[in-house]
């Protein structure tokens, strides 16, 4: 029995089915027969060559290539520094020394921290220093200080022993001796040594 189409007559011939565009006929490789049309067949494989001394695997046989072992530098032990962070003190030229508790601290005689800061109380009987006098930072192996608009700022004392107030609200490098109020004092770096109350 001979195939129709719908709405054919009975007993006609089908007609073949229309020959592809003239580009289609233009198959690269391989091609498969596929509803009376030519397309072309799915790649192959990716082939990787064993190298001298390997055995070529078969036809259609993927090969997967190793993972590189990477270089020394990777796979090198990255150091952590275990050592202390210094400690510092400020040395008034009477009374007691304070330890800095931080690298960011505000000075007085009642002083009240800003946000990231700690604050530092400085005994003062003559009451010369403001409750919030200062503050003061350590920013990349130096100390700076800002007066905060306090009543008798703050003053640095030359070697030759000139006294040169400083702008307020402007840090300033301490590179020696510092007059705050009537108090003056130095910053001096803590020997390596026990903390106070630690096994000796």
Known sequence: MKNTYPGQTPG????????????????????????????????????????????????????IAPLSAGTEEDDATVFVDRTPPPRW????????????PAEDLILGRKPRALAGTEALIIPDPSRTISKT????????????????????????CADDGTEVPIEPHIETPVLG????????????????????????
């Open 133 to 156: 006098h200062a503050r003061l930072r350590f920013v990349e192996d130096s100390w700076l200080i800002t007066d905060l608009g306090a009543t008798n700022g703050v003053l640095l």
């Open 177 to 200: 001796s510092m007059l705050i109020g009537t108090v003056c004092m130095r910053i001096e770096r803590i020997a390596d040594a026990p903390a106070d109350g630690a096994a000796r």
């Open 12 to 63: 006609a011939m089908v007609p073949p089915p229309p020959p592809p565009a003239e580009n289609d006929w233009e198959i690269s490789g391989p091609a498969v027969l596929e509803n009376s049309y030519w397309r072309a067949a799915p790649p192959l494989p990716t082939y990787v060559d064993p190298g001298e001394g390997g055995v070529a695997p078969e036809e259609g046989t993927v090969m």
């Open 89 to 100: 003190r400020l040395v008034p030229e009477e009374g007691a020394a304070l330890e800095l």
